[in-house]
């Protein structure tokens, strides 16, 4: 499992001339790692003095931040996974006409499961610089840059997410699922655009 690789390992076989682990994989790393940094600022931010006033919310973000990077290293063998699933059904038998529709069906299940996979990726990144935004005024201010990485690499793991989802788009026939896929798609961009904003210009004020 590329989750249980060593850093090191799993660069090498990301360099490698695979096509899995690829962009999806990366951006779930990059979601991950957004909301394990998260954690990281609420563990330093609860029980230290001057944040009295704040453990409770900074507990309660704890909580989702830690089921969400463990969560989001899940998606980094998941969308491996899809995409070796989509090749393998390429290599199905079309000899006959039964066997093409059955190959063709298989194909397109799989599509919409490549898509949906990172499409996951950049619910969970979106979800991260929401959990971001609550703790950016609240978490210790010694750690305050390190919410300006978690909200950066969360929107490159959304945005890099997203380009996933659009790749393989374009070979699903179901217009109904393109349709509420784009519609998805520009929604979680606009939001997430709008929390890294806003993430980092309170993150730019305490840093000047």
């Keep these: 499992m590329l989750s249980e690789m060593k850093l090191n390992e799993f660069v090498d076989e990301l360099a490698s001339s695979s096509p899995a682990p690829g ?8 979601g991950a790692l957004g909301s394990a940094l998260i954690s990281m600022v609420c563990r330093l931010t609860i029980g230290k003095k001057g944040y009295e006033q704040f453990q409770d919310e900074m507990q309660q973000v704890l909580e989702t931040a830690d089921g969400l990077y463990k969560d989001s290293v899940s998606l980094v063998d998941q969308d491996s996974d899809a995409f070796n699933s989509l090749m393998a059904a390429f290599k199905l038998p079309k000899g006959n ?5 059955q190959r063709s069906e298989v194909i397109q299940a799989s599509y919409i ?3 949906d996979i990172p499409l996951n990726i950049a619910i969970n990144c979106l979800q991260a ?4 935004d609550r703790i950016k005024d609240k978490g210790n201010k010694n750690a305050i840059s390190d919410i300006g990485v978690a909200a950066e690499s969360s929107f490159a793991g959304l ?7 659009k790749i393989n788009l374009g070979s699903i026939k179901d217009q109904g699922y393109k349709a509420a896929c784009i519609e998805k798609i ?13 993430i980092l210009e309170a993150v730019s004020k305490e840093l000047a």
Excluded: D, P
Aim: proline share 0%; with cysteine.
């Design 23 to 30: 962009g999806g994989s990366v951006a779930a790393v990059c």
């Design 97 to 101: 006409e039964i066997e093409v529709a």
């Design 113 to 115: 499961k490549a898509a």
């Design 129 to 132: 610089l929401k959990l971001a």
């Design 159 to 165: 945005e890099s997410a997203i380009m996933n989802v």
């Design 186 to 198: 520009r929604t979680l961009q606009e939001e997430g655009l709008r929390l890294k904003s806003q």
